[in-house]
C-alpha cells in the first residue's frame, strides 16, 4: 500500500475535547476511525475513547497482516465498543450510559470498506466531485430524504445534532455499512466529526483538498471550519488520506508498507489535546477502567 495521511483533533469553543481519532496498519491493511463523544449525555469523551480503542486493538490483533473479511470485522467491533462502553456504565454506576458516533473505514487490496452510527461522516473524493458520502442517522438527514428540508436549511435546523443510532446508550447500534470501493490513484478518503463538516457545503471540502496533498489540506479545511462556525464551534476531528499509486519521495508523511513485516503494525490516536474538568477522567484512568471491564468479561464467559 502507499498513501498519504494526515489527522488532527481541536477542541473548537467547548470546556473539553470529547472526539477521537485514530488511524492504524499493517503490511496489507489500513484502519481509520473517528469518535465523536455525545455532548448532551455524560462522559461522551469515555465512549469515544472506548470505540477507538476497542476498533485499533482489534485490528492490531485480527490484521495479519490482512483481515479475512473487512465486513465482519467493522460488525464486530462496533458491537464490541457497544457492549464495552454499557459494560463500562453498570461497572461504574452511571446514571446514563455514555454515547459516540463513529466511522470507521478498512482499506485492503486497494478496496475500501466502512461502516457508521450516527452523523460522523466519511467522503471519498476523486476528480474534483465527491464520490462517496456516508448517509448521517440523524433526524435531520431525515427530513432531507422526505424532501422537506435542504442540505443548507439542514446545517441551521435546531435538531441538527439529533442522532437516532450511536455506540453506547439504550439501544443496540444500527450500523450502516458501504458497498464495497476501489480505490483509484489520487482518490482522498476523508473522516470526520460534524463540527468540521457541519460548517461546510461539499464544495469547501473539495476546495480544501483540490490539489491532493493532504497535508496542506487537513489545516485549511480545519481552519475554515472554526472560522464559520464561529462561537458555536464543536471540537472538530478529521482524518484524511490521499491514495498513491505514484509514491513521491519528498512528501515526508506518505507511507509505504511493502516492507513491512508480516506480523507488524502501525497505530496512531490523537484526541483529548485540551485541559478538561477535573471530574472528568483522564485517558490513563479510562485505559485502567476499559482494561478491568476486559478481564471481568473474559472472567464471567468461562
Avoid at 458491537?79 to 459494560?87: K, P, T
Avoid at 448517509?135 to 441538527?160: F, K, M
Avoid at 443510532?165 to 473522516?191: H, M, N, W, Y
Amino acid at each position: 500500500m502507499k498513501f498519504t495521511i494526515s489527522q488532527e483533533s481541536r477542541i473548537g469553543r467547548r470546556h473539553s475535547n470529547q472526539d477521537r481519532l485514530a488511524y492504524g496498519y499493517s503490511r496489507e491493511a489500513l484502519l481509520l476511525v473517528v469518535a465523536d463523544g455525545m455532548g448532551g449525555h455524560l462522559n461522551g469523551e469515555v465512549a469515544a475513547q472506548i470505540a477507538v480503542r476497542t476498533l485499533t486493538e482489534a485490528f492490531e490483533r485480527e490484521s495479519l497482516p490482512r483481515l479475512p473479511d473487512p465486513y465482519l470485522f467493522l460488525s464486530w467491533a462496533f458491537g464490541q465498543a457497544h457492549n464495552e462502553i454499557v459494560a463500562y456504565a453498570k461497572a461504574h454506576g452511571l446514571p446514563d450510559v455514555p454515547r459516540t458516533t463513529c466511522v470507521a473505514c478498512l482499506v485492503q487490496d486497494n478496496v475500501a470498506c466502512w461502516a457508521h452510527v450516527g452523523d460522523s461522516r466519511l467522503y471519498v473524493l476523486r476528480d474534483g466531485r465527491v464520490q462517496a458520502r456516508t448517509r448521517d442517522h440523524s433526524r435531520v438527514q431525515l427530513l432531507i430524504d422526505q424532501g422537506l428540508i435542504g442540505e443548507a436549511a439542514a446545517r441551521r435546523h435546531p435538531s441538527r445534532n439529533l442522532v437516532y443510532s450511536c455506540l453506547g446508550g439504550d439501544q443496540p447500534p444500527q450500523t450502516e455499512f458501504s458497498r464495497k470501493t476501489t480505490l483509484a490513484a489520487g482518490d482522498v478518503i476523508l473522516l470526520c466529526s460534524d463540527g468540521v463538516w457541519g460548517p461546510l457545503d461539499d464544495e469547501a471540502l473539495l476546495r480544501g483538498f483540490a490539489d491532493g496533498s493532504v497535508s496542506r489540506g487537513v489545516p485549511q479545511v480545519m481552519d475554515l471550519a472554526e472560522a464559520r462556525a464561529g462561537a458555536g464551534c464543536d471540537n472538530l476531528s478529521l482524518i484524511a488520506v490521499n491514495w498513491e499509486e505514484n509514491y513521491e519521495e519528498e512528501e515526508t508523511t506518505g507511507v509505504e508498507t511493502r516492507t513491512m513485516p508480516s506480523d507488524g503494525h502501525t497505530t496512531v490516536i490523537l484526541g483529548d489535546g485540551a485541559p478538561r474538568p477535573s471530574e472528568i477522567l483522564n485517558e490513563e484512568e479510562i485505559d485502567r477502567a476499559i482494561e478491568e471491564i476486559r478481564r471481568a468479561i473474559k472472567r464471567n464467559s468461562r
